[in-house]
Structure formats: C-alpha cells, structure tokens
C-alpha cells in the first residue's frame, strides 16, 4: 500500500504543477487548464487516479477530480497575488490563512477569489517600523494561541498581527536580543510539536530559519515573554563547523525536524535532519537535491518543490519525491523554469491527509485531499 500511496501523494502534486503551469487557460483565467483537463491528457479520458493505475478513476467536469478518486485535486484559490508565497493553517480549526504585500487574507473558502476579498489584518506591512520597503516572499506561521507571524527574507523584524486581526506590530526580538543577537531574515518558520524538546528548541517555540552561509536557527519563546534563542552552531570533534541546513524547516509525523538547501549541490546532501541539540545529519539520496519547499508525509516521505541535479542526469526544476524506504529520489516532474516561482510554497494538514500548494507565479492555490 505505501507504493501505492507514495506514487499517488507524488503523481495528483505533479498534475496540480503541470495544470498551473501548462499554458492553456485557467480557471482563473490566468493560462493553464483545469485539473480534469490535465488528467484526461495523461488519463486517456479516464479522469483521474484510482489507486491501482488504470486511470479508471471519475471526473466532476469542474477541473477536478473525482470525489471518488483516492486522491482529489482543486483549485482551491484564486488571484491571491503573485508574491503570495506565504500560506499556513490556523491549529484551532485548520483554516487556511494567506498573506501577500496587501495584507493577510483568511479563513480562506474553497473557490475563494482574493481579488473580491478584503484582508483582515497586516495592511501596515511597509510602514517604516515593519519592513520599511516593498517586499514579497513572505512566510507566515500561526500559533496555537491564533497570532499571526509573518517573516520575509528580506527584513530580520517580524511582523506579529492578534488573532482577531487587525494591524501588524514589529517583532524586534532577533535584531534586539542584547547578547545573543541573531539577525536572521526568516526564509522559513516552523512550530516545535510537544515531542520535540532540548536544551534550545522547546514545544511551542517559533523556529526562524535562514540560509546564510552556515544556516542560522533562533526560537522565539511566543507564548512566554517572546524570549529569542539562538540554537548554538554545530561543531565537529575538531572544534570546525558543521553546516546546518534551514532554509526550510518542517517537521514529520513522529516529530523529526528537516531542514533543506535552496542550491542544489552535486557533492552535498540537500536535506538533513536536525537533532533536539541543533546537530544535522544528511538525509541518504538527497545529493543533488535543493529543497526550497517540502513536506513530510504520513509514511515518512518527503515531497519536494526544487531542484534534483544528479551527477549522471540531467537536471529537474519541478515536483521530487524522497522515498523513505529506498532513501532515494524516486519519481519527479521536470517543469518549465521560466513558470516556477522561488516562494513556491508547501504545507500539509496536521492529519497529513491535505497539501496546499502556493503557486505565486499562478497566483493560485492548490488543494490535494487524500480520500483513503
């Protein structure tokens, strides 16, 4: 079953990337054809994968497919800008929030057209005491308490917006933190789960994460007196740095902390897992592979937005899967450089039976359900 499993996870992702960058018209109106449209190309007509891979599944004639299918794909949003990279879900409920340069945008419906809604918070984002100039690539996580983070790359101030909305307030704690001053600009950001704990990293801290030479990490104490530590640089026994990867963190079901490289390397892994210590540990079969985005799924395997660049193969710019079984890279889609975004932007249920998928250069958003 998880051959199964793992190949369906990875083929609906990789349909809902040709659909949204295929060229043909959109449901938004943006180019690229519905989902059933896709499925039927690859299908035959058939519509859909049904789990054994005779493509026998149904379409619902609404660019998507099937109910019945064991995995259904959807446009879930249109128009939500093209810097809209930064999505995640609320814990109390697992609405779906986004935020782009106009604000943060949320709970969002299925069919949600953003162009027609108005943001509930955070239209303040570039005023001077936040990010003093226009920027995108956003990222944005929410607490267990319902606020709302929001990070960019390109300013080491966070913006923090309550739980009922409103106006964004500077975070100032990893550029103000006296000593232990980190000034990361968040490329990422991932909540500790409870089964995760050491001496740096605790349940419930904020990790902010950058790929800046060695890969700074800092967790923020949100729930506590907002606190900012930063998880001490790795050393080997010769007393020399191990580089750390985090430019995007995500944790798996059984709480192991990933960590990946944006710059695909032909000598080095591009994933690790990062221990309670802050110490990483390559992931096997990731040589080759830069991660700017993935997600662990319920067996163990990742699913990537990136780059694989083999030593003996020509290089993918697309959708990867690492198989935790074989510890390879064993299925992926090459797609056209020229449509792939580098805020592309993955995030998965806390079941892990629903993947979002941020698609800036779309500016759409991309529901898989698992229906198994």
């Known amino acids: ?53 005779d493509g026998t599944g149904g379409e619902d004639g609404n660019g998507a497919t099937g109910a019945g299918d064991p995995i259904e794909i959807s446009v879930f949003a249109t128009n939500t800008g093209t810097d809209a990279s930064g999505i995640a879900l609320r814990p109390s409920d697992g609405a779906l929030f986004l935020v782009n340069r106009d604000g943060l945008f949320g709970p969002i419906a299925e069919d949600a057209d953003l162009s027609t809604l108005d943001p509930i918070g955070a239209e303040n984002l570039f005023d001077a005491d936040l990010f003093d100039m226009e920027t995108g690539g956003f990222v944005l996580a929410i607490s267990e308490a ?23 307030e500077p975070f100032l704690g990893l550029v103000q933190g006296g000593v232990d001053v980190s000034n990361v600009n968040p490329e990422t950001m991932a909540f500790v789960p409870d089964g995760f ?31 900012v530590v930063n998880v001490d640089k790795p050393l080997d026994e010769e007393g020399d740095l191990i580089v750390r990867l985090a430019h995007h963190l995500a944790f798996g079901p059984d709480d192991t902390l990933y960590g990946s490289n944006d710059v695909a390397s032909a000598l080095n892994a591009g994933i690790q897992t990062i221990d309670t210590d802050g110490v990483p540990t390559d992931l096997p079969g990731t040589v080759g592979v830069s991660a700017r985005s993935f997600v662990v799924l319920d067996d163990g395997d990742l699913l990537i937005r990136g780059v694989y660049d083999p030593a003996d193969g020509a290089t993918v710019n697309g959708i990867i899967l690492w198989d935790a079984d074989t510890e390879a890279v064993t299925i992926f889609e090459d797609l056209p450089d020229t449509d792939l975004s580098g805020n592309d932007e993955l995030i998965i249920s806390a079941d892990r039976s629903t993947i979002y998928l941020a698609l800036p250069e779309r500016s759409e958003i991309w529901r898989g359900t698992d229906n198994r």
């Open 146 to 168: 319902g606020e709302f983070w929001i990070g960019t790359a390109s300013a080491s101030t966070l913006a923090v917006v309550p739980p009922e909305g409103g106006d964004a």
């Open 1 to 53: 079953m998880k051959a199964t499993k793992t190949l369906g996870y990875a083929l609906i992702l990789m349909l809902a990337a040709t659909m949204g960058w295929a060229g043909c018209d959109a449901a938004a109106g943006l180019g690229g054809g519905g989902a059933g449209d896709i499925l039927d190309d690859i299908t035959g007509g058939g519509g859909g994968l049904d789990g054994d891979g």
């Open 197 to 227: 704990s050491g001496p740096q990293m605790q349940p419930g801290n904020l990790l902010v994460g950058e790929e800046a030479g060695q890969s700074d990490l800092s967790a923020i104490d949100v729930a506590g007196d907002r606190a």
